[in-house]
């Protein structure tokens, strides 16, 4: 039933929750205990100026059970309430433990007393209950055992008091009761806001973990190549805005790009299929993947063509890497019957420059002499490489 005499249910809790319910409330509701506790005990040592003028019978036993037992017992409360290592759940148990500790001294002195102003005093009971329950806010369940702790004391020593009646002790209860109730509920609808009020904000960040993780996603998937699962152009992007973010204007000078091309793909697509050009594609990316470090970047920029991005790429590296990526496509052995020459295998061709990419313009003209390489070796017979530099133009080419 979520509701029961027009009382709101406690939402259901996992255990995963409950914990993270615990650990969401321990922070503020740990310094609000704290106050509340100072706050009691002032009021509660204030009482024994009502004792001093009502019970006067009484008075060094009430002084000296209030500030000899019950001041060191809230001092003591006190720094245990600061030990931030402890669960909320145990210090509001221990202020509850204190709490009831006060209410039987409370009744001791009331007890000890042989002044009939004592059982109007006892009226007071009912404050207590107002403690366990309004006053430190503990769980409900707490709550409800603190209630009947303190109806326990209460009413166990009521009946040592001077001059307690039947009658007495029903007008007593005729006041007590609806006190225990009315705090009752007040405490199970307390808990049904603040649980509810976790709950909503449980939902709300889970909610948006999710939403960042499928945007997360979504933006993986927007710069992901779906073939080959290399970035794509706005990856690229992506990447050369990352470099230029991390590298000095000197890193960022001396980088190298590569331009790399599958030979004869069109043949190879018209003849195979659209199928196996796929597969084709996604073994030569692989393939050259794993011939580079993870700090380099590869990436299609569509069709048969990709690009590598070498940030702090000395002429002498980005050579030795085109012959590796050159190398690891033709060992992949892809058969190829219609490449016009004797290789009858899936071959790259590769433009390399060296140069800036600090700007979109330095980039676009290293990419220029890239492309104009990568021509130079098409036009020299294809698989194979070359450098274009500002002081060097140099070839490699394996027609064989």
């Given at each position: 039933?979520?509701?029961w005499?027009?009382l709101?249910?406690?939402?259901?809790?996992?255990?995963?929750?409950?914990?993270?319910?615990?650990?969401?409330?321990?922070?503020?509701?740990?310094?609000?205990?704290?106050?509340?506790?100072?706050?009691?005990?002032?009021?509660?040592?204030?009482?024994?100026?009502?004792?001093?003028l009502?019970?006067?019978?009484?008075?060094?036993?009430?002084?000296?059970?209030r500030?000899?037992?019950?001041?060191?017992?809230?001092?003591?409360?006190?720094?245990?309430?600061?030990?931030?290592?402890?669960?909320?759940?145990?210090?509001?148990?221990?202020?509850?433990?204190?709490?009831?500790?006060?209410?039987l001294?409370?009744?001791?002195?009331?007890?000890?007393?042989?002044?009939?102003?004592?059982?109007?005093?006892?009226?007071?009971?009912?404050?207590?209950?107002?403690?366990?329950?309004?006053?430190?806010?503990?769980?409900?369940?707490?709550?409800?055992?603190?209630s009947?702790?303190?109806?326990?004391?209460?009413y166990?020593?009521?009946?040592?008091?001077?001059?307690?009646?039947?009658?007495?002790?029903?007008?007593?209860?005729?006041?007590?009761?609806?006190?225990?109730?009315?705090t009752?509920?007040?405490?199970?609808?307390?808990?049904?806001?603040?649980?509810?009020?976790?709950?909503?904000?449980?939902?709300?960040e889970?909610?948006?973990?999710?939403?960042?993780?499928?945007?997360?996603e979504l933006?993986?998937?927007?710069s992901?190549?779906?073939?080959?699962?290399?970035?794509?152009?706005?990856?690229?992007?992506?990447?050369?805005?990352?470099l230029?973010?991390?590298?000095?204007?000197?890193?960022?000078?001396?980088?190298?790009?590569?331009?790399?091309?599958?030979?004869?793909?069109?043949?190879?697509?018209?003849?195979?299929?659209?199928?196996?050009?796929?597969?084709?594609?996604?073994?030569?990316?692989?393939?050259?993947?794993?011939?580079?470090?993870?700090?380099?970047?590869?990436?299609?920029?569509?069709?048969?063509?990709?690009?590598?991005?070498?940030?702090?790429?000395?002429?002498?590296?980005?050579?030795?890497l085109?012959?590796?990526?050159?190398?690891?496509?033709?060992?992949?052995?892809?058969?190829?019957?219609?490449?016009?020459?004797?290789?009858?295998?899936?071959?790259?061709?590769?433009?390399?420059?060296?140069?800036?990419?600090a700007?979109?313009?330095?980039?676009?003209?290293?990419?220029q002499?890239?492309?104009?390489?990568?021509?130079?070796?098409k036009?020299?017979?294809?698989?194979?490489?070359?450098?274009?530099a500002?002081?060097?133009?140099?070839?490699?080419?394996?027609?064989?």
């Open positions: 039933m979520n509701h005499l027009g709101a249910a406690l939402p259901r809790l996992t255990d995963e929750q409950m914990a993270a319910y615990e650990i969401s409330r321990a922070n503020a509701r740990g310094h609000a205990l704290s106050r509340m506790t100072v706050t009691i005990a002032a009021f509660y040592l204030c009482y024994a100026l009502v004792d001093v009502i019970l006067g019978d009484i008075v060094w036993l009430s002084l000296s059970l500030f000899g037992f019950i001041l060191p017992l809230a001092l003591a409360l006190g720094w245990y309430q600061t030990g931030m290592a402890r669960s909320i759940r145990a210090r509001e148990i221990a202020t509850l433990g204190v709490s009831m500790a006060a209410n001294v409370w009744c001791i002195v009331l007890a000890s007393s042989h002044n009939p102003a004592v059982l109007h005093y006892f009226y007071a009971a009912a404050i207590f209950q107002m403690v366990v329950t309004i006053a430190i806010r503990p769980t409900f369940d707490l709550a409800v055992w603190a009947l702790g303190t109806t326990a004391i209460n166990a020593m009521i009946g040592l008091l001077e001059g307690v009646t039947p009658v007495y002790l029903f007008y007593h209860l005729a006041v007590y009761v609806p006190t225990l109730v009315l009752l509920v007040a405490s199970h609808q307390l808990e049904v806001e603040r649980q509810g009020a976790f709950l909503q904000l449980h939902e709300n889970a909610l948006k973990r999710e939403l960042s993780r499928q945007n997360d933006e993986r998937l927007s992901t190549d779906p073939l080959t699962q290399l970035p794509n152009r706005r990856g690229t992007e992506a990447e050369i805005a990352r230029r973010r991390l590298l000095t204007p000197a890193g960022l000078s001396a980088s190298a790009v590569l331009i790399i091309d599958i030979d004869h793909f069109k043949a190879f697509n018209d003849t195979y299929g659209h199928g196996a050009g796929d597969d084709c594609l996604k073994r030569v990316a692989q393939a050259m993947r794993r011939e580079l470090p993870d700090t380099v970047h590869i990436a299609r920029l569509g069709g048969e063509e990709f690009l590598v991005v070498l940030p702090q790429g000395v002429p002498a590296r980005a050579e030795m085109a012959e590796r990526l050159r190398r690891a496509v033709s060992a992949l052995s892809i058969r190829h019957d219609h490449t016009g020459d004797r290789n009858r295998r899936v071959t790259i061709s590769l433009g390399v420059a060296c140069g800036s990419i700007t979109d313009a330095a980039l676009a003209q290293l990419l002499a890239a492309d104009e390489a990568l021509y130079a070796v036009a020299a017979g294809r698989n194979g490489w070359r450098l274009a500002a002081a060097a133009d140099v070839a490699r080419t394996d027609a064989a």
